[in-house]
């Protein structure tokens, strides 16, 4: 099963408003097109790399657009946190706590 942390879910939303400003019908493809890659990863979830920056098994990521879709395997579900690649730091800040963020009560997308 694929989860949204609450933080991928804002990050998918800032993603689309900023997008949206100029152009809403490619806004909808990015958004939409981010949702079914991530909804790929409920089977063979491990295909993709390991994230460098944690050298940890169960943290990896996909390129989706110019968004880094980073992910954590935990129980075979998978937490989704979305990045982007060019910003180590945020994503070292973001994922400083990767270990805490626990799955949603609400699963829905």
């Given at each position: 099963m694929v989860i949204w942390s609450?933080?991928?879910?804002?990050?998918?939303?800032?993603?689309?408003?900023?997008?949206?400003?100029?152009?809403?019908?490619?806004?909808?493809?990015?958004?939409?097109?981010?949702?079914?890659?991530?909804?790929?990863?409920?089977e063979m979830n491990k295909r993709f790399q390991v994230e460098p920056e944690f050298n940890d098994d169960t943290i990896r990521y996909m390129i989706v657009y110019s968004y880094k879709l980073l992910y954590r395997i935990v129980n075979n579900e998978v937490i989704l946190v979305l990045?982007?690649?060019?910003?180590?730091?945020?994503?070292?800040?973001?994922?400083?706590?990767?270990?805490?963020?626990?799955?949603?009560?609400?699963?829905?997308k």
């Open positions: 609450n933080e991928a879910k804002a990050d998918l939303r800032k993603i689309y408003k900023y997008i949206s400003t100029d152009f809403k019908l490619y806004a909808d493809n990015v958004k939409n097109n981010i949702i079914d890659k991530a909804d790929t990863l409920d990045g982007l690649p060019s910003q180590r730091q945020i994503l070292r800040k973001k994922f400083s706590n990767i270990y805490k963020i626990e799955i949603p009560s609400n699963r829905i």
